[in-house]
């Protein structure tokens, strides 16, 4: 079984751009949360996703956003980027999402300049 | 909101010596509490979980312990190898809430 995949593993943008981020979940899983890990804050969660709909979001600015397809794909949107957004990325997918084993990705490092 | 202290930051044993990281959390509502191991460069893997019906669980030299009363909840790692060398991130979440809330993470390192 293929494990989480996240695309791309490193960008490069300016401040003011945005950008998009990709998470395709373990097949089967219809959970997908988002964290964001930088080293002084370590996780922080973002938004997590249920079957298209999102069910729960973390204190993040509107900039930050997400969406998920019918086949369990996430995206997440991060619009008019500041140099703070620069951070890893990090997508995780589970059967239900409550209380239950998340399975990781590898990341999204992302770095504005 | 809830809120996770994790300590310490970093710890260093020797090889054979057993470790200790402790977490507290402020939700009283929090039920569910797992333990993330992250390798340098690697993702997040949940080694072990405990939920608040329970006071302790053990999986061979990794061993987890909740006091609700109290709400803190720390891990144990017996006769540590240096392959157990990594951050390890606490968490918490309420039932109901698909919300994980971490700890900061401690960076554990064992020398030969």
């Known amino acids: 079984k293929a494990g989480v995949t996240q695309t791309p593993r490193y960008l490069i943008k300016t401040r003011g751009q945005q950008v998009t981020l990709s998470c395709s979940p373990i097949?089967?899983?219809?959970?997908v949360s988002w964290y964001q890990q930088t080293p002084g804050q370590g996780l922080q969660f973002l938004f997590e996703?249920?079957?298209?709909?999102?069910?729960n979001k973390g204190n993040f600015p509107g900039r930050f956003s997400g969406r998920q397809f019918s086949n369990s794909r996430s995206e997440m949107n991060v619009s008019t980027l500041e140099l703070g957004d620069s951070a890893l990325y990090l997508c995780?997918?589970?059967?239900?999402?409550?209380?239950?084993?998340?399975?990781f990705g590898s990341g999204t490092q992302l770095s504005v300049l | 909101g809830e809120n996770v202290e994790q300590h310490p930051s970093t710890l260093s044993v020797q090889e054979g010596d057993s470790a200790v990281i402790k977490c507290t959390y402020s939700?009283?509502?929090?039920?569910?509490f797992p333990w993330y191991k992250q390798e340098l460069g690697k993702r997040p893997q949940l080694i072990i979980d405990?939920?608040?019906?329970?006071g302790e669980k053990k999986d061979q030299r990794i061993a987890v312990t909740l006091n609700k009363t109290a709400k803190h909840f720390s891990l144990h790692i017996t006769e540590t190898q240096p392959e157990d060398s990594a951050v390890y991130f606490c968490?918490?979440?309420?039932?109901?809430?698909?919300?994980?809330?971490f700890g900061k993470g401690t960076m554990l390192l064992v020398s030969p």
């Open positions: 995780a997918s589970g059967l239900q999402g409550y209380q239950e084993k998340l399975f």
């Open positions: 968490a918490a979440s309420k039932m109901g809430y698909s919300t994980l809330t």
């Open positions: 996703y249920f079957s298209e709909t999102q069910r």
């Open positions: 405990i939920r608040s019906n329970v």
């Open positions: 939700d009283s509502a929090s039920n569910y």
């Open positions: 097949s089967g899983h219809r959970s």
